[in-house]
């Protein structure tokens, strides 16, 4: 379920149980369970949770990022293949020379490539179209951001899969 900036109202009257179960075409009583259980995955890993619920709730201006995409794009990859691994440490590295270091800094340019970034390609395939967007980050170059629409449906919510820093040199 994504939460769009228009359903704040919704959120700020504690109607969660409520909103997530008309959501999944259940009652208050279905939701509330579905959210009490929510909130005991919380409990048992705040950390993965909290960073699950800020790739929903994390654009005002609509796309989703999956929590472990952060990981990539920060350096934090340690097993798996050599390039990802790779690739990751540059990111990191990149990114820094940017002055990106926080997950908040990186969604915030997110948003701004979505808004106001520069077409780069789009590209569709049989899964959907993929929507590469360029915007400037500081002085030290630019990040290019690709942004996937399941199905082709250019008016569903996006969800970032790829970075490519630019860095000027």
């Known amino acids: 379920m994504v939460i769009k900036p228009h359903d704040a109202i919704v959120r700020q009257r504690g109607d969660i149980a409520g909103m997530y179960a008309q959501d999944k075409g259940g009652s208050a009583v279905a939701g509330a369970i579905l959210l009490a ?5 919380l409990l048992k890993n705040p950390k993965g949770t909290w960073q699950a619920l800020k ?3 994390s654009s005002e201006k609509g796309f989703t990022v999956n929590p472990t995409k952060f990981d990539y794009f920060f350096g934090k990859v ?3 293949s050599e390039h990802n691994i790779t690739r990751s440490a540059q990111n990191l590295k990149d990114l820094t020379t940017l002055g990106v270091k926080t997950e908040a800094q ?3 340019v997110f948003s701004n490539a979505l808004e106001s970034g520069i077409v780069m390609s789009t590209k569709t395939s049989q899964y959907g179209t993929t929507v590469t967007k360029s915007i400037n980050v500081g002085n030290n170059g630019a990040l290019n951001v690709s942004f996937f629409y399941k199905g082709g449906n250019m008016s569903s919510t996006p969800s970032v899969t ?4 630019k860095i000027a040199r």
């Open 37 to 41: 259980e929510g909130g005991y995955n």
């Open 55 to 57: 790739s929903v709730f």
């Open 162 to 165: 790829t970075i490519i820093p």
């Open 78 to 80: 340690t097993s798996g």
């Open 106 to 108: 990186l969604t915030k």
